[in-house]
Nanobody
């Protein structure tokens, strides 16, 4: 079993920044891949960014250059730094983890970007 605890969402004006955090209940190196997804009202959940246990990252084209995924292994935490936020980034953001062929989700954190 694996729990994911997210924090850092909120309301921000367009052009602003937010940082999301996700802390897994197991050591980060034991998790094959961790990522952030988002789901806007009426839309499908989509991958925003991910990082493997080896530290390889990938970022969606829709946020490339604005969002960065990183980790602090000492704090066992994965971050999503979101800069230059736009109203279309408004969504519930979910932390995701893949471990031993199973997928886990956090409870989600709301990000709202006002114009």
């Amino acid at each position: 079993q694996l729990q994911l605890v997210e924090s850092g969402g909120g309301l921000v004006q367009a052009g602003g920044s937010l940082r999301l955090s996700c802390v897994p209940s197991r050591n980060i190196f034991s998790i094959n891949r961790m990522g952030w997804y988002r789901q806007a009202p009426g839309k499908q959940r989509e991958l925003v960014a991910a990082i493997t246990s080896g530290g390889v990252t990938n970022v969606s084209d829709s946020v490339k250059g604005r969002f960065t995924i990183s980790r602090d292994t000492a704090k066992n935490t994965v971050y999503l730094q979101m800069n230059s936020l736009r109203p279309e980034d408004t969504a519930v953001y979910y932390c995701n983890a893949e471990r031993l062929s199973l997928t886990y989700w956090g409870q989600g954190t709301q990000v709202t970007v006002s114009s």
